[in-house]
């Protein structure tokens, strides 16, 4: 009996390793039938293709990071040189010795006018965006050591853009700075101006504390060109553009994408810097946007050294 038990177990079990060879052959039988062909090449390229995009995307990404690292490391180090020079102020104190310094700009400080008389062609996001250049403008200028004069010409108190700079930023009433209705032309003389245009042949080497600067109210996404250079032939002015070209070059980017249009706040920012600094490339390595495409060539590091 107990060979009889034996035989049929073994019986049954050559029966389930057969079953298992079939599954083995069944498996090997469709693994060799889908072995890659040229659909799947095809397949392996479109992967390798999206890595390969996903790879210059992070890359981008980290770059942009590091980018943004240094700018707020470069604004760390001017705000704790300028706490370090008053370490024993409040920031109460702090806020006092600021609006001196926007005090006595209006007698001493350099003169930079905001021209704003050709708000009429934005559209109301571009309003909007421009009362938020308007508010980092300020905002700079209020932390800067030696801060501009500045001018809101033809900004009139039943327009958008001052609607939107009541509604958007606060304390706008109390700005330190001149908001006119009047024009650029009402309050300085032609000779006095240099009218800040990227369409301009003359390229500006310094800021002269006897110019008045003169940036065009307008921003990126404005569908009119050379609107701000066509405003100083108006005026009859002397035009000038930021020294891209000579402190600059062009960097490769994944959408081969070069602008020389920047924010009003930017421009200023790169100004308030070069007065402070006596370098193109400082200022500019510090604001000009990288996403513009363009980054400061490593040939020129010297700083300013002669007069308009």
């Not at 034996?6 to 050559?14: F, G, K, S, Y």
């Not at 600021?98 to 050709?118: H, N, Q």
Request: hydrophobic share 35%.
């Amino acid at each position: 009996m107990a060979h009889r038990d034996a035989d049929v177990c073994e019986m049954q079990l050559n029966g389930v390793s057969e079953e298992l060879s079939l599954l083995f052959l069944d498996f090997d039988t469709d693994t060799v039938e889908e072995r890659p062909g040229k659909g799947d090449a095809t397949c392996s390229r479109n992967v390798m293709r999206k890595q390969r995009n996903w790879e210059k995307q992070l890359a981008a990404k980290k770059s942009k990071r590091k980018e943004e690292k240094q700018r707020r490391k470069l604004n760390r180090e001017q705000e704790a040189e300028t706490s370090n020079s008053n370490p024993q102020y409040s920031k109460r104190v702090m806020k006092e010795v600021s609006k001196e310094r926007l005090a006595e700009a209006r007698s001493t400080g350099p003169k930079l006018c905001i021209d704003l008389s050709m708000t009429d062609s934005m559209s109301d996001k571009e309003i909007s965006r421009l009362a938020g250049q308007l508010r980092r403008l300020y905002g700079s200028n209020k932390k800067a050591t030696r801060p501009f004069h500045v001018f809101l010409t033809n900004m009139s108190d039943t327009g958008r853009l001052y609607k939107e700079c009541l509604r958007m930023n606060e304390g706008f009433l109390n700005y330190t700075m001149e908001i006119t209705e009047e024009s650029c032309e009402d309050l300085f003389s032609s000779e006095t101006m240099v009218y800040l245009t990227p369409d301009a042949e003359e390229a500006l080497k310094t800021v002269d504390a006897d110019k008045v600067y003169v940036l065009g109210g307008l921003v990126d996404e404005s569908i009119q060109k050379r609107l701000s250079f066509s405003r100083a032939r108006e005026l009859s002015v002397r035009t000038a553009r930021l020294p891209i070209d000579e402190y600059m070059v062009k960097k490769e980017n994944d959408k081969n994408f070069h602008s020389k249009i920047l924010a009003i706040n930017q421009v200023f920012d790169i100004l308030i810097t070069l007065c402070s600094t006596g370098s193109w490339s400082e200022a500019l390595q510090a604001w000009f946007p990288r996403s513009k495409g363009y980054v400061v060539s490593s040939a020129v590091h010297a700083p300013i050294s002669e007069a308009e």
